[in-house]
């Protein structure tokens, strides 16, 4: 098995990377950067979404597995006294894959033909630099509402426990298939209205947001951010690749968000 680990960047995150590529060795496993079977990322969900974005093209052949070394994460859930425990898992144990949801995103241009393609793990924010975001919001080819505000969030099961929450969007479990449509402070009066609640979309539906003000638009995947004045439409809907994790252990996502957002 090929194996690759990233770090954040910390001291004791990069221990932790040294510690575990060193046990792996010892096991017989061979680390490549390139092009690994497993990704085991150490620091925290951060750390594990930039691990996701540099590994996109391979997600059929990768899978994932995280250790904090901050706060317990969604996605990183393994402890760094647990590391021994989990290098044997990896070496000596067939493990489950567990596979969820990704956002595809696909950016055309009033300046050309071609078009950008993205994936999300977390979400897809669309804002302007400045003043308000005015655009229309079609699903499944057709119009459904005009927004005006600050802007929307579209997220992933898996990442309705972040940004989307924040903006009072449902919290889904990871499994589903779907996507969520959330907005950021709208507008609504006598003259603009929206629906002002969060939408769950189906693996089959689309959503196409047409900005109607020719202002920069300030578009995220994830952790990255981009500014671009020429913006046609912005299209979201459920990928057809998943990112696939590596599972050792029962995964509880209900305590997970029970112990991050309630507590004991």
């Known amino acids: 098995m090929h194996f690759a680990v990233t770090s954040r960047g910390d001291d004791t995150s990069n221990a932790l990377q040294k510690k575990i590529t060193d046990y792996l060795q010892e096991f017989g496993l061979t680390q490549n950067n390139e092009k690994p079977d497993i990704v085991i990322t150490v620091g925290g969900d951060g750390t594990l979404l930039q691990a996701f974005h540099y590994y996109h093209e391979f997600l059929e052949e990768t899978c994932f597995v995280g250790i904090h070394t901050g706060h317990l994460g969604f996605y990183a859930d393994w402890k760094p006294e647990e590391v021994e425990k989990l290098v044997i898992h990896i070496a000596k144990t067939p493990f489950q894959v567990v596979e969820y949801p990704l956002l595809e995103v696909v950016v055309r241009h009033h300046d050309g033909p071609h078009a950008d393609r993205y994936l999300a793990l977390n979400e897809c924010t669309v804002k302007t630099m400045e003043g308000s975001l005015v655009c229309n919001i079609d699903i499944k080819g057709e119009k459904f509402e005009t927004f005006r505000g600050d802007g929307l969030c579209i997220s992933t099961p898996s990442g ?105």
């Open 160 to 264: 309705s426990t972040a940004y989307n929450k924040a903006l009072g969007g449902a919290i889904l479990h990871p499994s589903l298939a779907s996507m969520q449509l959330s907005e950021m402070a709208s507008i609504n009066n006598r003259v603009y209205r929206t629906v002002g609640s969060p939408l769950i979309m189906p693996q089959h539906h689309t959503c196409l947001l047409k900005p109607l003000n020719d202002v920069e638009m300030q578009i995220t995947i994830d952790h990255k951010s981009m500014v671009d004045q020429s913006v046609k439409s912005i299209q979201c809907r459920v990928a057809e690749e998943k990112v696939r994790f590596a599972r050792f252990r029962p995964f509880t996502f209900w305590k997970r968000v029970k112990e991050s957002f309630v507590g004991e």
